[in-house]
């Protein structure tokens, strides 16, 4: 049974005393040693108010995704990626393949998880064509760890080698709800969108 956090939880929190500690010795002008990329991205991640949930496996991941949705009280949601079909019979509410807005929650894959912001980059083959905006307001993201990557140019460089032929449109990054840059912005598709990952170790 996944745990809330689970072992990122775990590296982030011994993360931000180390850091703590090396500021009070060292200064707080001193530079920060460079982080692995799965302590990155949980660290900006979290610290912008996204939520998220370390499954061991896929069949961990489903049932953290039952309960959370069971928790906030959703009776259905809408899954918009067709690679996530076959989770429609696994979990344990009423599901749709079409956003029409009797659900308020949208259930999606991502292409990478950018370690330098904390943001999730996602496409049309995720969203069913449309716009982050067009989505319902909370966001259920399913990741895998190897879709860490260092920087947004790394996701890019990712889709462009993935999909050679058929490039997706509609590439967005979507960021957590107190993240900086997000609050500052005027207009921005991931204002007020609930984010929560799930997060899967990769089989060996």
Not at 93 to 98: A, M, P, R, S, Y
Not at 189 to 196: A, E, G, H, I, S
């Amino acid at each position: 049974m996944a745990k809330s956090g689970g072992f990122f939880s775990k590296l982030t929190s011994t993360f931000r005393k180390e850091v703590a500690s090396s500021t009070s010795e060292k200064g707080k002008f001193a530079p920060l040693e460079q982080l692995p990329l799965d302590e990155k991205f949980v660290s900006q991640f979290t610290e912008g108010g996204g939520n998220f949930v370390y499954c061991a496996n896929k069949i961990d991941a489903v049932t953290s995704l039952s309960h959370y949705c069971s928790e906030q009280g959703w009776k259905g949601l809408f899954i918009s990626s067709p690679e996530l079909a076959e989770w429609e019979n696994k979990i344990t509410i009423k599901t749709t393949f079409q956003n029409d807005g009797q659900f308020p929650i949208v259930l999606s894959a991502c292409e990478a998880l950018i370690a330098f912001n904390g943001g999730i980059m996602v496409h049309g083959h995720h969203t069913g064509g449309r716009k982050l905006a067009d989505l319902p307001k909370n966001h259920i993201l399913i990741a895998f760890t190897s879709q860490i990557v260092a920087n947004l140019r790394d996701g890019m460089t990712a889709i462009n080698q993935k999909y050679r032929e058929h490039r997706p449109g509609n590439i967005a990054v979507i960021r957590a709800p107190h993240d900086q840059n997000v609050e500052l912005a005027a207009a921005d598709p991931n204002k007020d969108r609930t984010v929560f990952l799930i997060l899967i170790e990769d089989e060996a």
